[in-house]
């Protein structure tokens, strides 16, 4: 499970640099941190959650846009910002939210990598600028971490009970409530970034099909995963596991890029007549499909996501589609 998809952060980036040079708003090259800045200088005392969290991952749209006033540019479920001083470097600045417009985590995107990022105490005091004021984080990083070569493990109190494991599962990431981590240039691209964002690990990966000597025809993939009967039973929290293989078909209402991949809205018909929205989350080619198309969907059940109204989501990682 992917972080988010390279090509889609390397196609922002240019678009940063295109709306800068039109705009005729150059983007400052990075600048070393300054001496004296540590991350205590950039964290003045908080007395609420948050507090802690305002302005920062865990926080409100809104905190952002008050603190770094109006974006550069916009995208689905993300604004960015060509120069940002983040810990005394300058920084284009991505910042992605959920449907409930908080900050689920921070793409800190860099040219190339400046000069400051040889220390990694300069890279602890830029994350601490993004990161809950209360948060701490360990001093070596992850062995053989899936999150890129360099991932920290982190936490701040302020940041539990915002979202349930199955939550953070839907956000292509686990761990525990509380935690967060940070990726030194997780992506193999031309550019140099640093990921902050909630919990310490990535889902699973889906089982990978293991080639077998079957009979020809082969079995229907609605055989290898079952049919939900009522696609109301997607809503009960004790019908399905996550990781439960199963299918189902629908209308797709919506289609956005997020930092799991490509995320569907497909609107499936209950026999009393009424609809369950399902989000259904997918890696691969969507050639042909979008708002109005009819698909059928062979996953592994992935989980709610829940709103502070207590409406619930389902979600479904993509097996195949047809």
Request: net charge negative; with cysteine; aromatic share 10%.
């Given at each position: 499970m992917k972080w988010?998809?390279?090509v889609s952060?390397?196609?922002?980036?240019?678009?940063?640099?295109?709306?800068?040079?039109?705009?005729?708003?150059?983007?400052?090259?990075?600048?070393?941190?300054?001496?004296?800045?540590?991350?205590?200088d950039a964290s003045p005392v908080a007395t609420s959650p948050e507090q802690n969290r305002a302005a920062r991952l865990g926080g409100l749209l809104s905190e952002v846009r008050a603190e770094l006033g109006e974006p550069d540019w916009v995208d689905i479920g993300l604004v960015g910002y060509n120069s940002v001083d983040l810990g005394g470097v300058d920084t284009i600045t991505m910042v992605y939210y959920d449907d409930q417009e908080r900050v689920r985590s921070f793409l800190l995107v860099y040219l190339e990598q400046p000069v400051a990022f040889?220390?990694?105490?300069?890279?602890?005091?830029?994350?601490?600028?993004?990161?809950?004021?209360d948060g701490t984080c360990a001093d070596e990083p992850f062995e053989d971490s899936d999150l890129g070569d360099e991932v920290y493990a982190c936490r701040s109190a302020s940041l539990e009970g915002l979202y349930s494991e199955a939550q953070l599962f839907s956000f292509g990431v686990v761990g525990e409530d509380g935690s967060y981590s940070y990726a030194v240039d997780p992506t193999d691209d031309?550019?140099?970034?640093?990921?902050?964002?909630?919990?310490?690990?990535?889902p699973p990966e889906p089982p990978t099909p293991v080639p077998m000597p079957t009979p020809s025809p082969a079995p229907p993939l609605a055989e290898r995963?079952?049919?939900v009967i009522d696609i109301r039973d997607l809503l009960n929290v004790e019908?399905?596991?996550?990781?439960?293989?199963?299918?189902?078909?629908g209308t797709v209402a919506a289609v956005s890029a997020e930092l799991e991949g490509t995320v569907m809205l497909v609107e499936a018909g209950a026999a009393d007549g009424t609809f369950v929205a399902v989000s259904v989350v997918n890696d691969g080619d969507l050639e042909g499909i979008g708002p109005g198309s009819f698909i059928n969907v062979y996953g592994i059940f992935g989980g709610f996501e829940c709103d502070d109204?207590?409406?619930?989501?389902?979600?479904?990682?993509?097996i195949e589609l047809d």
């Open positions: 988010w998809t390279p952060v390397t196609a922002l980036v240019l678009l940063v640099l295109a709306a800068a040079i039109a705009s005729g708003r150059g983007i400052t090259p990075p600048a070393d941190a300054q001496d004296a800045a540590t991350p205590e040889n220390n990694p105490e300069t890279i602890a005091r830029v994350v601490a600028d993004v990161a809950p004021l031309a550019f140099y970034e640093i990921a902050v964002r909630l919990g310490t690990e990535s995963y079952p049919p019908r399905y596991d996550v990781g439960e293989e199963l299918s189902f078909a109204a207590g409406f619930c989501t389902p979600t479904v990682y993509v």
